[in-house]
Every structure is written in C-alpha cells, then in structure tokens.
C-alpha cells in the first residue's frame, strides 16, 4: 500500500491499477473526475469515497508524477502543443 495506506496496488484488485483502499474505485477515475469538473463532494457522493482518500489519490498522483520524466506520445504532443 501506499500513500498514508489509503492506495492499494494489488494485481488481484482491477489488474493491479492503484485504487482507493476497501473499494474498486480506480485513482484515475477520481482524479479525472476532478479533473472534469466533479467537486469533492460529487466525487465522495458518487464513489462513496471519503475526502482523506481523495486527497490521497491525488497526493499519489502528485508523487508519481515527480518522479521521473513524463514521455507523451507523439499524438498527444500535437494536441497539447502551445500556439506560437
């Protein structure tokens, strides 16, 4: 476990995806839910999550991405490029 024991990473829970501890919720699903707009609240509401495990799914995001470099593929270069 990770992330104050509030996300697990089990190959026998959802193929090993990282998700929030005693469910199936995948950190991406709350991350992205977030991130398209959901509030906290809609998230616990929806998920049945609580706000400790969404701050830790994004604190394990926030980790994972200061890790090391991030590579995009070239598609999705095109798609995030900055105009000149």
């Keep these: 476990m990770t992330a104050p024991n ?6 026998a829970i959802c193929h090993g995806k990282p998700v929030i ?5 995948p ?5 992205g839910s977030l991130a398209g707009g959901m509030t906290f609240e809609d998230v616990q509401r929806e998920y ?7 701050r830790a799914a ?4 926030g980790e994972l991405a200061g890790t090391g470099v991030v590579s995009p593929v070239a598609s999705s270069l095109a798609r995030h490029a900055l105009p000149d």
């Excluded at 501890?21 to 919720?25: E, H, I, P």
């Excluded at 950190?27 to 991350?31: K, R, Y």
């Design 27 to 31: 950190v991406t699903v709350v991350v």
């Design 21 to 25: 501890q005693g469910t199936r919720v």
């Design 48 to 54: 049945d999550v609580t706000a400790n495990d969404i």
């Design 6 to 11: 509030r996300i697990v990473i089990d190959p």
């Design 58 to 61: 994004l604190r394990f995001v």
